[in-house]
């Protein structure tokens, strides 16, 4: 047999030779769709509202080259530096919790490696900024509309589904004409790329309570059912810090209360806090379905990177855009009451209480370990803190990757239209691009409550339990 390999296109022609068949067992690429620009706006806003960027905020505010919202004017005395914070605080979420205006050409550059690397196609800045602008309608490139505002941004297609729906109710952008507008339009054209689930998850983390125990040490006050809080520690290292946690305790009472919290996880959600402080809810309206099909997707995900591993055959993505629609219906149906509103006022407060964690007061006054490496330099004296409350919860590690993960997941899905997608190319984009998340969080919460969501049980449920409730099993056979 004649090897036709070497011999040139002509010469194999006129031989009758066909031409070499080339096998190569490489991962196929997919085709760039629209919407993977929009991911990486949200890995981009994450980053944005990261522990690390916060606290350069405030550094800039605390020396005066930052300035802020208005200082308002809490109903009490002596709370000065505490308003400042509160106000500083809402201005850096104002200012970085939606990217969704004009950015430069090496922005859009630098998202588009971070979605190559992701994706494992090719993918340039110029085709990544095309997608965002065919994903809101508009005329990519030189041939753009010159009376379009870049910093005035067309309406994701989401939101412009929700716009058409209540087409008659008034929108107005004007702040000075926002009592009559039924919907806001500035939260239409900007929404705060946020998701109630981080705060969840910080609250199994125990950072309220962490803090509310802290409080009532500063005012020399035991804890519930006559505990002692703190008792062996002195209290002086937070000498320093004696304006701030006095203007924090003030403010307890315009916080949101626990159990205010906690009806919102199970509307959202469907996502239950469990302990003395939440007591019985009695709730109107539970996500009870979005669990079961969360889990489901991470399942179906991971199953997909199993086929998507293998070379030799082409991944079926059509299980995970089903899974996907039933998510993104169950958090459609939750995206009401206080939605808009409520993840932000929580968002806010936790960050001050991990601001307050990082001080380096608390480091003295905790003692934390400072040979273990965190991700954030709050976690380490949480955890220490916890340590010496008796609050044996899974690591803060795992509840922060459940956070933020989760939190990146649940936006690129409630704020697309996955209901109406028929391409199995887009789902198989998703998860591609999230699978460092979506494994992640399995791990974390495997590590957190014992049940791997990526492999079902003999009877091929996925376990669908309350995470609060698993982690109060494991404590329990724990002894703890």
């Known amino acids: 047999m004649v090897d036709s390999s070497n011999i040139p296109p002509l010469e194999r022609a006129r031989m009758g030779q066909p031409d070499p068949l080339i096998v190569s067992l490489q991962r196929p690429g997919l085709p760039l769709t629209d919407e993977v620009a929009f991911w990486e706006l949200i890995y981009k806003t994450s980053d944005a509202l990261s522990f690390g960027k916060y606290e350069a905020y405030i550094d800039k505010v605390c020396d005066g080259s930052m300035r802020c919202l208005p200082i308002r004017q809490l109903p009490f005395s002596r709370v000065e530096a505490y308003e400042l914070l509160k106000s500083a605080t809402d201005q850096f979420l104002l200012d970085h919790c939606g990217v969704l205006s004009k950015l430069s050409n090496?922005?859009?550059?630098?998202?588009?490696?971070?979605?190559?690397?992701?994706?494992?196609?090719?993918?340039?800045?110029?085709?990544?900024?095309?997608?965002?602008?065919?994903?809101?309608?508009?005329?990519?490139?030189?041939?753009?509309?010159?009376?379009?505002?870049?910093?005035?941004?067309?309406?994701?297609?989401?939101?412009?589904?929700?716009?058409?729906?209540?087409?008659?109710?008034?929108?107005?952008?004007?702040?000075?004409?926002?009592?009559?507008?039924?919907?806001?339009?500035?939260?239409?054209?900007?929404?705060?790329?946020?998701?109630?689930?981080?705060?969840?998850?910080?609250?199994?983390?125990?950072?309220?309570?962490?803090?509310?125990?802290?409080?009532?040490?500063?005012?020399?006050?035991?804890?519930?059912?006559?505990?002692?809080?703190?008792?062996?520690?002195?209290?002086?290292?937070?000498?320093?810090?004696?304006?701030?946690?006095?203007?924090?305790?003030?403010?307890?009472?315009?916080?949101?209360?626990?159990?205010?919290?906690?009806?919102?996880?199970?509307?959202?959600?469907?996502?239950?806090?469990?302990?003395?402080?939440?007591?019985?809810?009695?709730?109107?309206?539970?996500?009870?379905?979005?669990?079961?099909?969360?889990?489901?997707?991470?399942h179906l995900a991971s199953r997909f990177y199993q086929q998507d591993d293998d070379t030799t055959v082409r991944a079926d993505a059509f299980p995970v855009l089903n899974a996907l629609k039933e998510v993104n219906l169950a958090l459609g149906e939750g995206g009401s009451n206080q939605y808009g509103d409520l993840p932000w006022v929580a968002r806010s407060e936790m960050m001050i209480q991990q601001w307050l964690l990082a001080r380096p007061e608390m480091r003295e006054f905790l003692s934390s370990r400072p040979s273990a490496v965190y991700p954030e330099t709050w976690m380490e004296r949480l955890e220490s803190a916890k340590t010496l409350l008796g609050l044996n919860s899974p690591s803060v590690l795992h509840m922060y990757n459940l956070a933020t993960m989760g939190e990146r997941m649940l936006i690129s899905i409630r704020l697309h239209p996955w209901t109406k997608e028929n391409e199995t190319i887009r789902a198989a984009n998703w998860a591609r691009r999230f699978r460092s998340d979506i494994q992640g969080y399995i791990h974390a919460y495997n590590a957190a409550t014992g049940v791997d969501l990526s492999a079902a049980n003999v009877t091929s449920q996925l376990d669908s339990r309350l995470p609060s409730l698993l982690m109060r099993d494991r404590r329990a056979v724990a002894g703890r």
């Not at 996502?271 to 003395?276: A, F, H, N, T, V």
């Open 106 to 298: 090496e922005e859009w550059q630098e998202l588009a490696d971070r979605a190559e690397l992701q994706l494992g196609t090719p993918v340039d800045g110029a085709r990544l900024e095309a997608a965002w602008d065919s994903y809101l309608g508009r005329t990519p490139g030189p041939n753009r509309d010159p009376n379009d505002d870049p910093d005035d941004p067309d309406l994701i297609p989401y939101f412009d589904l929700l716009r058409n729906k209540f087409r008659d109710f008034s929108t107005n952008g004007d702040p000075n004409k926002q009592l009559c507008s039924f919907i806001l339009s500035e939260r239409l054209k900007r929404p705060c790329l946020i998701e109630l689930i981080w705060s969840y998850w910080m609250e199994e983390a125990m950072l309220v309570q962490v803090l509310n125990a802290i409080a009532l040490r500063f005012q020399n006050r035991r804890g519930p059912g006559d505990r002692k809080l703190f008792a062996n520690l002195e209290i002086d290292p937070l000498r320093p810090l004696n304006h701030l946690l006095w203007g924090y305790i003030q403010d307890e009472q315009h916080r949101l209360s626990i159990a205010r919290r906690a009806y919102e996880y199970d509307h959202h959600y469907g996502l239950r806090l469990i302990g003395k402080a939440v007591g019985e809810l009695a709730p109107a309206d539970s996500r009870s379905s979005f669990l079961g099909a969360f889990h489901r997707l991470l």
